[in-house]
């Protein structure tokens, strides 16, 4: 990957042109390079890259029998946005599931979607809501599983 910090994120996916476009325009990431097999994107800095199954018969998500089914669980990806209400509009509008509308946690306004490929997609902001922007107040607990994950990850 071009420019690589440390961690470079690389998504296996049904969908280059569906997953690229639903970042792009859902989460603001800016496109560096798309190919139809391969999509190299610039989120906030980190690199996320894309990658068809064609592209390596040696993936386990290659075939449905190797575990398609399962792409994308257990996954987090968490992407500063310019406006939570904005992602999260576009996300769903896109036909992102919604799991949490933006919410006020911990001083950040911020949702979470399953976007394409069932991968679980977090947009934040640092800030909570503006004015005009409504969001409740969301405290977690362990008894909130599985609706709710633990918010473990603050500073």
Known sequence: MAGEHGLGLVLWTTDIPGMTDFLEKAAGVRVAARHPGFAELDADGATISLHADEASRSHPGSTPSRGRAARGIGTEIRLRVASTPQAFAKATAMGALSVLPPSEIDGHLECQVMGPDS?????WQEEAAAPGEVAP????TSAD???RPMQYHRR
Do not use: N
């Open 119 to 123: 991968y679980l997609f977090t947009f």
């Open 137 to 140: 107040r969301v405290t977690t």
């Open 145 to 147: 599983w599985p609706t």
